[in-house]
């Protein structure tokens, strides 16, 4: 199923679009599924400088395949403002929501994933005074969905992508910390399925293990793959033999979860 007309996010300009020169306002791109009682937002990877094509249209037709809705996010990068691609990942999962679906979760790769990890750990219920009807949904995702993440900009990070978004702020350590998502996970963290090949040696495997401990330390629970062959950034991985088994779990794993029709 192809995906239809990108929607714009804010009906109007976003949040730090003056910090974020040069791009298109943020918006998703739909891969709506009839029937579908969950959906999906994807966060293609890149650095926070680009976002990689097979990371995201090509995960939504996964998703499609196993009756899951599914809506690439195309979000701001650098140069913009350190919260601009929160501001649209948190903005995507609302506006998501407020299309009726019983659950929505968040998937992200690499970079992508950290924004991901970022959306799980740093979140709201929405605010029921808002005259914009879609800022009154919470923004905190049903399952967060971290593929080789850059889970945290802490230790074993991709320094990259850390500087990329943060520019002059990349050594200061409370900023760091904030996008770090092993140090926020709580009880009320949303449930993950993570995935990692052992051999990427790009963003370090650590990034997967350390949140998963985080995540088993507060009682959340998780799923955790880690394949012991693919370099970074395989997407679906189908040339990467065990790799190339993470989509078929993730979409068991969803539909157990009622994602599905």
Not at 60 to 89: E, I, K, Q, S
Not at 122 to 146: K, M, Q, T
């Amino acid at each position: 199923m192809d995906g239809q007309e990108p929607i714009f996010l804010w009906p109007g300009e976003a949040p730090y679009t003056a910090d974020s020169p040069g791009q298109a306002q943020p918006s998703i791109k739909p891969f709506p599924v009839e029937g579908a009682r969950g959906a999906v937002v994807v966060c293609p990877g890149g650095g926070y400088v680009m976002k990689a094509d097979h990371e995201g249209d090509p995960i939504a037709r996964m998703l499609n395949f196993a009756g899951v809705a599914a809506y690439v996010l195309d979000y701001r990068v650098a140069p913009c403002h350190r919260l601009a691609p929160w501001t649209d990942a948190a903005r995507a999962v609302r506006l998501v929501r407020s299309f009726g679906y019983e659950k929505v979760g968040i998937l992200g790769f690499s970079a992508g994933g950290n924004l991901c990890c970022t959306a799980a750990v740093h979140y709201d219920g929405g605010d029921p005074a808002s005259a914009d009807p879609v800022e009154r949904f919470s923004s905190r995702p049903d399952v967060f969905i971290p593929c080789y993440p850059v889970a945290s900009f802490g230790p074993y990070t991709h320094l990259g992508s850390r500087q990329s978004l943060l520019g002059n702020d990349w050594e200061n350590e409370e900023i760091v910390r904030w996008y770090s998502a092993e140090e926020h996970v709580t009880p009320d963290t949303p449930p993950a399925f993570l995935w990692h090949t052992a051999e990427d040696d790009c963003v370090p495997v650590q990034n997967s293990l350390n949140l998963a401990k985080a995540l088993a330390d507060k009682g959340v629970l998780f799923e955790l793959h880690v394949y012991p062959k693919g370099h970074h950034g395989i997407g679906l991985g189908s040339e990467f033999g065990p790799a190339a088994e993470w989509g078929g779990a993730l979409c068991r794993y969803l539909l157990e979860k009622g994602y599905g029709r």
